[in-house]
């Protein structure tokens, strides 16, 4: 795979992470235990001066995959996105398909148990608030 979709997030002007979605970020256990601040402010306080994450090696599961998301409809997980302004959304739709092959590949298991917990948290805070579109079911590999 050549390049990186989060690129477009270097010159976005509407930086998720300084808006009200950094308020909205769900965290496991051990991500919460690490980021004791994430969810307190608006921008997110681990936002640095120059609109760079300071903990990215450490960011929750949730901030690694906007701005893809998960919902379940039926009893079954399907990818999302969320209309929200973001660059990546509205310019690198053809490149969809081959990150979420590597968030299923990489991510998902890492996290599958806390995938319905994950769910419910989604559903509260934004199903009425944004539109969103299902790009297609969650393989879990
Ligand atoms: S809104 Fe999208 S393009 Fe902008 S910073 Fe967030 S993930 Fe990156
Ligand atoms: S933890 Fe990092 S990626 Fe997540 S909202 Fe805060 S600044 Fe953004």
């Not at 609109?51 to 998960?70: E, N």
């Not at 919902?71 to 997980?77: A, R, T």
Request: proline share 5%; aromatic share 14%.
């Amino acid at each position: 795979m050549t390049g990186n979709l989060w690129d477009r997030c270097l010159t976005c002007d509407y930086l998720c992470c300084a808006g009200y979605l950094s308020k909205s970020i769900f965290t496991t256990p051990q991500e919460k235990k690490n980021l004791p601040l994430i969810n307190t402010k608006s921008p997110c306080a681990y936002l640095d001066g120059e609109g760079l994450c300071s903990v990215h090696p450490l960011r929750p599961f949730d901030c690694r995959l906007f701005p893809f998301d998960l919902i379940k409809e039926e009893g079954k997980f399907y990818w999302v996105i969320w209309d929200v302004k973001c660059r990546i959304v509205e310019e690198e739709r053809s490149r969809f398909n081959d990150y979420l092959d590597e968030h299923e590949t990489r991510l998902i298991p890492k996290i599958k148990q806390y995938l319905e917990e994950f769910n419910e948290w989604e559903d509260a805070e934004y199903k009425g608030k944004f539109k969103y579109e299902i790009i297609r079911e969650l393989v879990i590999r």
